[in-house]
Structure formats: structure tokens, C-alpha cells
């Protein structure tokens, strides 16, 4: 049995001789030092206080696997699949551990090997991502189910379906790429459940300056992010190839997904290619963008703010890190609020709430209640998998009802407002 006392001796006071099983870089591996303060910010640990769902419990049980000491069994996948990859602990660790590179990796030699399990309905439904008219059609299949009563709201909840899946198939109008000084990515789910928010987003780069928004050619429906997650990273690469020949040129691309921002922001990682570093340098999160170009929108009334708490997507502070761009953007417009836990994550996690549901949904109610204290009944989110998946949390007696919305479309109200109240 692997010893998983943090008090042991660390791996750079006696360096450990790797042989490779899980193909981890050994400096990257060598880097934790066990001191523990990453713990307090990893969800998992919270929840369950094991040091197995800590980021040092997974590293020291990684070493183990890759000197040998540790066989590959059930439950190493267990422990590895039980980390929502929210990337808090890097944030947290003074040595600057990259462990959300080690937990890619690891989950990618897992899936090579054949360890991880993953459900055959979210294999199909990953294909399906990749396919948007195909997605769109399926969308509508589930909401007319939806409209007549035949999807339980305990599926609803566990999988972040929306509480209403929008039955339509028109695009956002776009510019001609040829002439396009930005791009807007719009991706896969959130082009179907969510286009209310690309509207939204197109109207505010139009009014911070951008004269052509055009949104991708064919070939961008899907960022692979969720592929990477389970550890199929061939499906990654691929999609990646194709989302960089989606838009072309040269002019910033806009992502108003933080998910689908992290993941294009790592194509030069992901490919290692000129090409792929030349592409990620062009994305940036939409809160970025607008945040340069913030004078040009309009400005409004400090009477009757709308109070709006900020909640922080996980790739959007830890991965991206930039979240601050969110908060000097709502700034302009709303009353903002901090949630106490900020920085911690919310547990939808991409597919996590789906493989995980327990620690998902426990994770998920710490951050529900950390938003109520604030007294706010409105909080900004800029991930849809964040919004979908809080909006969907139970509610228990006397708590609030609180709305999920993200930035671009709390500017775009605040806007309306200004202007009626003229």
C-alpha cells in the first residue's frame, strides 16, 4: 500500500527513478513538496477529507505507479477520475506544481491503456459534440421530450440540461471572415442552449468598436475540451487542427466560453506546433477584449445598479487567469459582490457532474450557499457549464431563487436600462 503520510520525506529530498508507466515528466512530478497548502482550495479534499482526493495524495500516488511501487488498479483510476481538474491547487502552490499537466497526462496514458471508464452514452454524445447540425437536431429532439414531460428533473439537474433546451436552428448573422477584425467562437453547446449569450456578446464587441464580427467557418464546432478531460487527447489534437482552420488570418479570436478559452489558449502545448502558438496568442476571453476596449462603450447611471455577485469559472482564474478583465468590465455597469469562496470550484467540471455526481452535487451546494450570503439574487457567470449546472441546483426551504447570467448579457441589460430610464 502506497504511504500517503504527508509527513513522509518528499520527492526532492530523496529523487525518485521513474520508469515511465504513465509517461509523466519527472521534474514536473518531483516539483510537489507535500506542504499542504494547496488542500483548503481543492474541492475534492474539502468535500472529503481523504487524502487521496488531495493534489499531493494523487502526485505521491502517481510517483508510486511510476516507480513501480504502485500497480495501475481500480483504485488509482478511482482517485484520478475523482479530481474535477479545476487547477485551484496551482494557484495556491508556492513551488508552482503544474498539476493540471500532470492529471492530463496521467488520464491520457489511463484511456491508452484502456483504465478509464467511459460511459458509452457520453462516447456517443462526445461524437456528437463534434457535428453541430447533428447536435442541433438532437437538442430539439430533447426539448420537445422536455415540453411534454418526459425528461425527469433529476437528469435535468445531474447533467446541466437547461430548464427550458431551446427547439431552433438559426445562427447568429456574421460578418464575411474575409473582412472580419474579430472572430467569435461560438463552439458546440453553447451555440444551441445558450445563443442568446453569443447575441449578446456580438452586440457588445460591435459597441467597443469591432466593425466585423464573423463566427467560424466550417470545422469549429467543437474545442475538444471535454475529449481532453476524459483523456482522449488524439480526438483533442483533431479537433484542434480543425477549429484553427476555422479562423483563419490573423484578427483576435473572442471566446465568451472560459472552457473553450483555456482549451484554444493550450493549442501550442496541445500540438506543439508554430502554427497552434501562433493561433493561441491570438485568443483571448471576451471580458479580455472588452476590458481593452472599455471606453468606447457607453457609459450609465451609478442609480439602481443591479446588485450581481461574481462567480469566477475555474478556467477562467486558474487556467486562463484572467478574471479580473470580468470584474473591470461589470464594474462599469452593475453593483458587483465577492462571493466568499471565490476561486473555488463549482463542480459541473465538463463531464464531472455526470461521473461524479455525489462529489459534484456536495461541491456544487457549498458554492449555491456562498452565493446566497452575498444577498445577491442575480450572479455573473462567463462559463456555461458553471451557469447551466448552479442553475440547476436544488433549492432548500427559504433559500432564494438565484439567476445564472453571463457578463456580456448583464452589459447589454444594463445598457437597456440606462437608455429607458432616460
Same mark, same amino acid.
Given at each position: ?10 520527492? +526532492?529530498?530523496?529523487? &525518485? ?14 516539483? @510537489?513538496? *507535500? ?18 482526493? *488531495? ?29 474535477? %481538474? ?8 508556492? *513551488? ?6 500532470? %492529471? ?10 484502456? $483504465? ?13 459534440? =463534434? ?12 426539448? +420537445? ?24 436552428? =438559426? ?16 463552439? @458546440? ?10 447575441? &449578446?456578446? $456580438? ?6 468598436? &469591432? ?20 483523456? +482522449? $487527447? ?5 479537433? #484542434?487542427?480543425?477549429? %484553427?482552420?476555422? %479562423?483563419?488570418?490573423?484578427?483576435? /479570436?473572442?471566446? !465568451?466560453? #472560459?472552457? @473553450? ?48 455577485? /461574481? ?19 461589470? =464594474? ?12 473555488? @470550484? ?7 457532474? /455526470? ?27 462567463? !462559463? ?24 456580456? $448579457? ?10 429607458? &430610464?432616460?
Amino acid at each position: 500500500m502506497v504511504n500517503l503520510d504527508p509527513s513522509a520525506p518528499t520527492s +526532492r529530498s530523496t529523487p &525518485a527513478t521513474f520508469a515511465g508507466v504513465l509517461g509523466l515528466d519527472p521534474d514536473l512530478l518531483n516539483a @510537489c513538496v *507535500s506542504c499542504g497548502l494547496c488542500l483548503p482550495h481543492c474541492p475534492t479534499y474539502r468535500s472529503t477529507e481523504e487524502e487521496s482526493a *488531495s493534489p499531493r495524495g494523487r502526485i505521491t500516488m502517481m510517483r508510486a505507479v511510476e516507480s513501480g511501487e504502485l500497480a495501475i488498479d481500480e483504485d488509482f483510476v478511482t482517485f484520478m477520475e475523482r479530481c474535477v %481538474m479545476c487547477r485551484g491547487c496551482e494557484t495556491a502552490c508556492p *513551488s508552482g506544481v503544474q498539476f493540471g499537466a500532470l %492529471m492530463e497526462q496521467t488520464r491520457v496514458a489511463l484511456a491508452d491503456q484502456g $483504465k478509464i471508464r467511459v460511459p458509452l452514452l457520453m462516447r456517443v454524445g462526445l461524437r456528437v459534440l =463534434e457535428h453541430h447540425r447533428l447536435l442541433s437536431f438532437g437538442s430539439s429532439l430533447l426539448g +420537445r421530450a422536455q415540453s411534454v414531460g418526459l425528461i425527469p428533473q433529476r437528469l435535468r439537474r445531474r447533467t446541466g440540461l437547461p430548464e427550458v433546451i431551446p427547439v431552433r436552428n =438559426e445562427r447568429i448573422p456574421t460578418s464575411s471572415p474575409d473582412s472580419a477584425d474579430v472572430w467569435l467562437f461560438t463552439g @458546440c453547446v453553447m451555440d444551441v442552449w445558450q445563443r442568446d449569450v453569443h447575441i &449578446a456578446t $456580438k452586440a457588445v464587441l460591435e459597441l467597443a468598436g &469591432a466593425k466585423s464580427v464573423a463566427v467560424p467557418l466550417a470545422g469549429g464546432d467543437c474545442c475538444g475540451a471535454l475529449h481532453l478531460h476524459v483523456g +482522449r $487527447k488524439a480526438d483533442g489534437v483533431r479537433l #484542434a487542427a480543425k477549429v %484553427m482552420s476555422s %479562423m483563419p488570418g490573423d484578427a483576435p /479570436i473572442v471566446v !465568451n466560453s #472560459a472552457g @473553450c478559452g483555456a482549451a484554444l489558449k493550450d493549442y501550442g502545448h496541445l500540438l506543439g506546433t508554430p502554427e497552434a502558438h501562433a493561433f493561441s496568442k491570438r485568443v483571448f476571453d471576451t471580458q479580455e477584449w472588452v476590458a481593452q476596449h472599455l471606453d468606447a462603450l457607453p457609459r450609465i447611471s451609478d442609480e439602481d445598479r443591479l446588485v450581481v455577485a /461574481i462567480q469566477d469559472p475555474c478556467h477562467l482564474r486558474h487556467v486562463q487567469k484572467a478574471h479580473l478583465a470580468t470584474w473591470r468590465v461589470l =464594474e462599469r455597469f452593475v453593483d458587483v459582490r465577492e462571493i466568499a469562496d471565490d476561486g473555488r @470550484c463549482c463542480g459541473a467540471g465538463g463531464s464531472y457532474s /455526470i461521473l461524479q455526481p455525489e462529489l459534484a452535487e456536495t461541491i456544487r451546494a457549498q458554492k449555491i450557499a456562498a452565493a446566497t450570503a452575498t444577498g445577491a439574487l442575480t450572479v455573473a457567470s462567463a !462559463n456555461p457549464g458553471c451557469s447551466l449546472w448552479l442553475t440547476n441546483a436544488p433549492r432548500g426551504a427559504g433559500q432564494p431563487e438565484l439567476r445564472f447570467v453571463h457578463p456580456m $448579457k448583464l452589459v447589454v441589460e444594463a445598457i437597456e436600462r440606462s437608455k429607458h &430610464a432616460q
